[in-house]
């Protein structure tokens, strides 16, 4: 079995530049979804991404793309003069399409696509999961599988759209700002911050489920010099699902102040609190017994009616901008949050392989009766050094970054014994079994684990001419791991097992190198190479360690901006090679025994991204993408076959895309959207087939006046009924319906 295999987004003359190679990029990008016209597939409106610190030079409330930004190294560059593959998903994007999660908006992006693995999302672009979440430059782990292996288990990252002016992302390895990860993408979300004029906003958002969101967002100076500005953003959610009782509740509160300190300094100091609650749905939904599709309502839930989840987040960091002098400028960020969580819940679950559906008497085993209590902090510290010189004649731009970050999280895991239960699927109610007694348990056991990274990157951007630039750099990035396991007790006794506990460390040195040659004052051509590492703690067949995990980013790419940067299109061609990636297999050992063991094995994939995002004329606003990506072995072990797809549940073919037009004369109060994700066919781990699909959203806007502004989101407009994608999909479990037609309402008051 592979490791993705379960176990367990009228035009100037400048413009028409633009958009002539635009509109033939993804004219011929989408050429291969001829070939699956009988298909029904779907296409969705996205926007990339962009790691680091990043400052945009744009307005988020309307544009749909960025004039500049700090991506992957610290520099103040354009997404043009980035020799990388960016975007950015702003609030005009968000708002227009009536998104209000996090995944919603990652769904709309270029290259990224949202799976599911048990009861959360998991994000991942070329074929490789997003391992770590940065919020204003500062990472942190989510969970993702192949890190710390089990979302299902792992602490729920709480991101709220409410907080973020936008969302970034990076394609490709992103090696200068992150170091170790896998090689596919970043994501940096970037909160909100003080305004020098004042903001008073509060919008009340209804869907036909009945989810209930009212957000509050208030900014501006606090004394007559302006010098002094804070900012308050508030959110409470109730929350329902289409399915039969699953629902949550979500309340955020944060805050930010900043001071302006003489001509050149600035300091800010904020913090937060976000709790969350939800409905873990661990298994989703079962097969039939003749293991073809159930059919089951999509409403229906198979966890029990005392299934609930428990989050909690508290953050706070202060920020020191300071510059030297009109060419150098200093940043430094402390942050620290800590986290706690507990999650309880059992459903139904067959077994993942043919067979192990909905039984010939329409049964199902109870799952593992399971409790999850999380409980952890990280302390992240992070200083920029960046600035400009001259030197023959031209002006050159250099920078330096050291990070630290210090992450620790403490896991109590209770099971109790299901006593080979079985519980009718189509009956269900959510009471077959009842809520358990956690002070008494059949088994328990403790794990801790505890993160160090520290890094330090640097490089210069050197124009050689005014229209070659060449941007080289690198990073050292020194990584521990101090992880402990602790066997407490197992079938109701103590668990005499030795505890474990593994120290691992690693050191790499990440080089980074880019060229941006402009053709003229609109396009530009780069050529790009990055990698990343990552520190694999799965034992050999020997009991030793494997090696590190390596990739590399190599990427070639076309770049236009008109319209002033308000309009950006890109078409990048990219091939990611990693090496000794850990696979679980089954293999007869010498002894002539077989039993499950990692071992190394080199994975590749290549591909092509084609965004255009931005104005295209007054009043019109679009973002379509289009990614197609191959992804293969190049060795075997076990059921890892050289030329097999190491990621079946991304598709080859995506296409993203979103538009609005604000009407002309006295019809100007009303904007129309139109929208789609499109997608080709997907597959699990246990080779189970996921079709391809299209679907559908509008909106609607309409401002009354100066402060009121209403949106109707239409969501899958056609009612498609489909499965997300999952890599973990099996015949007793996994199949996750994605969300029915939905009407979502807001309205919004602005002073």
């Known amino acids: 079995m592979s490791r993705h295999t379960p176990v367990s987004r009228r035009p100037s003359s400048s413009s028409s530049c633009l958009l002539r190679p635009a509109a033939v990029a993804l004219a011929l990008a989408s050429l291969p979804w001829v070939a699956h016209a009988a298909v029904d597939e779907t296409f969705q409106l996205g926007t990339v991404v962009v790691t680091g610190k990043a400052r945009l030079k744009m307005d988020s409330e309307t544009a749909f793309t960025a004039s500049s930004m700090r991506t992957t190294t610290g520099l103040s560059l354009s997404p043009r003069q980035t020799p990388q593959s960016v975007s950015v998903v702003t609030q005009a994007q968000m708002r227009g399409q009536g998104i209000r999660t996090f995944e919603g908006a990652l769904n709309t992006t270029t290259g990224v696509n949202v799976t599911r693995s048990a009861s959360r999302s998991v994000f991942m672009s070329r074929g490789f999961y997003i391992e770590q979440l940065a919020e204003d430059g500062i990472n942190t782990m989510i969970g993702a599988p192949g890190l710390n292996g089990t979302p299902g288990r792992d602490p729920k990252q709480q991101?709220?759209?409410?907080?973020?002016?936008?969302?970034?992302?990076?394609r490709g390895a992103t090696g200068l700002t992150q170091g170790v990860g896998e090689p596919g993408g970043t994501l940096n979300a970037v909160r909100k911050k003080p305004t020098s004029t004042p903001l008073v906003e509060a919008s009340l958002m209804v869907d036909r489920f009945g989810t209930v969101r009212a957000t509050g967002d208030v900014s501006g100076p606090l004394n007559e010099d302006r010098d002094l500005r804070a900012r308050l953003v508030t959110v409470l959610e109730k929350d329902r699902s289409f399915q039969d009782n699953v629902d949550g509740r979500?309340?955020?509160?944060?805050?930010?102040?900043?001071?302006?300190?003489?001509?050149?300094?600035?300091?800010t100091v904020g913090g937060l609190v976000h709790n969350t609650h939800d409905t873990p749905d661990p298994n989703g939904l079962p097969m039939a017994h003749d293991n073809t599709d159930a059919h089951l309502p999509r409403d229906k839930f198979l966890g029990m009616d005392w299934n609930k989840g428990r989050y909690r987040k508290r953050d706070a960091f202060v920020e020191l901008d300071h510059y030297l002098n009109d060419d150098w400028n200093l940043n430094a960020r402390l942050d620290y949050r800590q986290t706690h969580s507990?999650?309880?819940?059992?459903?139904?679950?067959?077994?993942?392989?043919?067979?192990?559906?909905i039984s010939a008497t329409g049964t199902l085993p109870v799952d593992d009766i399971e409790r999850y209590d999380h409980a952890g902090n990280q302390l992240a510290f992070q200083t920029n050094l960046n600035g400009s010189f001259e030197a023959l004649g031209q002006k050159h731009e250099a920078f330096m970054t050291y990070s630290y970050s210090r992450e620790k999280l403490d896991v109590r895991e209770r099971w109790q014994d299901n006593d080979g239960l079985t519980a009718p699927v189509y009956t269900f109610t959510g009471h077959e079994v009842a809520r358990p007694d956690w002070n008494t348990y059949y088994g328990q056991n403790f794990s801790h684990n505890n993160f160090y990274n520290q890094g330090l990157s640097g490089g210069v951007r050197l124009n050689v001419r005014d229209d070659l630039h060449i941007l080289v750099g690198t990073r050292y990035t020194h990584w521990k791991r101090d992880w402990a396991y602790i066997y407490d007790t197992r079938n109701g006794q103590p668990d005499t097992r030795a505890n474990t506990q593994l120290i691992t460390r690693r050191s790499r040195f990440i080089p980074y190198a880019g060229v941006t040659y402009d053709l003229d004052d609109v396009n530009s051509i780069y050529l790009n190479y990055t990698s990343m590492f990552k520190v694999n703690t799965n034992p050999a067949l020997d009991g030793g360690p494997l090696p590190v995990t390596q990739g590399r980013n190599y990427e070639v790419g076309w770049k236009a901006a008109a319209n002033e940067g308000k309009l950006n299109a890109s078409v990048a061609l990219f091939q990611v090679d990693q090496d000794n990636t850990a696979v679980r297999s089954n293999l007869r050992t010498t002894d002539g025994t077989r039993r499950w063991a990692w071992f190394p094995l080199t994975e590749r994939s290549r591909g092509l991204d084609a965004e255009v995002s931005g104005e295209v004329m007054p009043g019109v606003n679009l973002f379509a993408g289009y990614t197609y990506n191959k992804r293969k072995y190049t060795a075997s072990v076990g059921s890892a076959v050289a030329g097999k797809d190491f990621a079946k549940q991304m598709p080859k073919h995506t296409l993203r895309a979103y538009g609005n037009y604000r009407l002309?004369?006295?019809?100007?109060?009303?904007?129309?959207?139109?929208?789609?994700?499109?997608?080709?066919?997907?597959?699990?781990?246990?080779?189970?087939?996921?079709?391809?699909?299209?679907?559908?959203?509008a909106s609607v806007q309409y401002a009354l006046d100066a402060h009121w502004q209403?949106?109707?989101?239409?969501?899958?407009?056609?009612?498609?009924?489909?499965?997300?994608?999952?890599?973990?999909?099996?015949?007793?479990?996994?199949?996750?319906?994605?969300?029915?037609?939905?009407?979502?309402?807001?309205?919004?008051?602005?002073?």
């Open 664 to 697: 002309p004369g006295e019809a100007s109060a009303w904007t129309l959207g139109l929208g789609m994700r499109m997608q080709s066919a997907t597959e699990s781990g246990w080779d189970i087939h996921n079709g391809g699909r299209t679907v559908w959203n």
């Open 342 to 357: 507990v999650s309880e819940y059992t459903s139904l679950a067959g077994s993942g392989a043919v067979g192990g559906g």
């Open 250 to 267: 979500n309340a955020l509160l944060y805050g930010v102040a900043d001071k302006t300190l003489g001509d050149g300094t600035r300091f």
């Open 710 to 751: 209403f949106n109707l989101s239409l969501n899958n407009l056609t009612d498609k009924r489909y499965y997300t994608d999952n890599g973990s999909r099996g015949y007793g479990y996994g199949s996750y319906y994605g969300e029915p037609r939905n009407v979502v309402l807001t309205a919004t008051w602005r002073m």
């Open 159 to 170: 991101l709220d759209i409410a907080l973020y002016d936008h969302i970034e992302v990076v």
